[in-house]
């Protein structure tokens, strides 16, 4: 999954920033409500934290900017969005939700907590009620970070892991090699390496002689539903 963070702490962004990463999230940076909407007009995004004190507007304004369209935003309208703010007076919660906030998250927090909600967040879009997600035999455990086949672990790393994690919340549908660029590598991805192939092919190899993800040609990947 492949998140934006808004916050102008550069400390804060950063430390916030290594732990999604090592969560397995792909994790682009802005400082400024600018650099936001320039990122949110290119890239997919599947949630975005948000700081309500920017240098050059507030986060209350950008959020209601992406709810009523008056931003273009290629996640669509319906981003996800958890604030991340030092006000945490009644009146900012309330005005934050009715914004178009999904959740609301009052600093100093603790890193644990922010990865909760956003795996509670990300499981909204695909009907999920816990972080475990399981298709036939595989099982993926996103607050762990573990994954198995007839329970036995898998080995994988961080960009496997998220690829599989994609494809098994969308099984027996076609993912693009771009959609899956997108929405798992960050905004450094080089759109034109075959790092997206690569990636499949050493997931497939750890999955074993099992085939579980088919290729389509000339539309790209899916997750057989039924093993």
């Known amino acids: 999954m492949r998140l934006l963070v808004v916050e102008d702490e550069e400390d804060l ?3 916030v920033r290594l732990r999604l990463v090592r969560a397995g999230y792909a994790v682009d940076v802005a400082g400024a409500a600018a650099g936001a909407r320039d990122r949110l007009a290119v890239n997919a995004y599947d949630l975005m934290l948000l700081d309500l004190n920017l240098p050059d507007d507030n ?3 950008l959020c209601r900017e992406i709810r009523s369209g008056a931003i273009e935003v290629q996640g669509g ?7 991340l703010t030092a006000r945490g007076g009644l009146d900012d919660r309330v005005r934050g939700l009715d ?3 999904d959740d609301y998250l009052v600093k100093p927090f603790a890193l644990a907590e922010l990865l909760a909600r956003v795996r509670a967040l990300l499981r909204r879009d695909t009907g999920g009620t816990t972080a475990v997600v399981q298709v036939g035999a595989l099982r993926l455990d996103a607050a762990r970070h573990a994954a198995s086949l007839d329970g036995d672990a898998l080995h994988l ?4 892991f998220g690829v599989l994690e994609y494809l098994m919340t969308r099984p027996g549908h076609v993912v693009s090699a771009e959609e899956l660029l997108e929405h798992v590598w960050d905004e450094n991805a080089d759109p034109f390496t075959q ?3 690569v990636t499949v ?3 497939r190899r750890k999955l074993g002689p099992t085939q579980l993800i088919e290729t389509v040609v000339g539309r790209g990947y899916r997750l057989k539903e039924a093993m």
């Open 59 to 61: 986060g209350f304004d």
């Open 195 to 197: 790092t997206v192939r």
């Open 13 to 15: 962004a950063e430390a």
């Open 201 to 203: 092919g050493t997931l």
């Open 99 to 101: 914004e178009g906030a």
């Open 157 to 160: 790393t961080r960009k496997e």
């Open 77 to 83: 309208a319906d981003l996800r969005v958890l604030m």
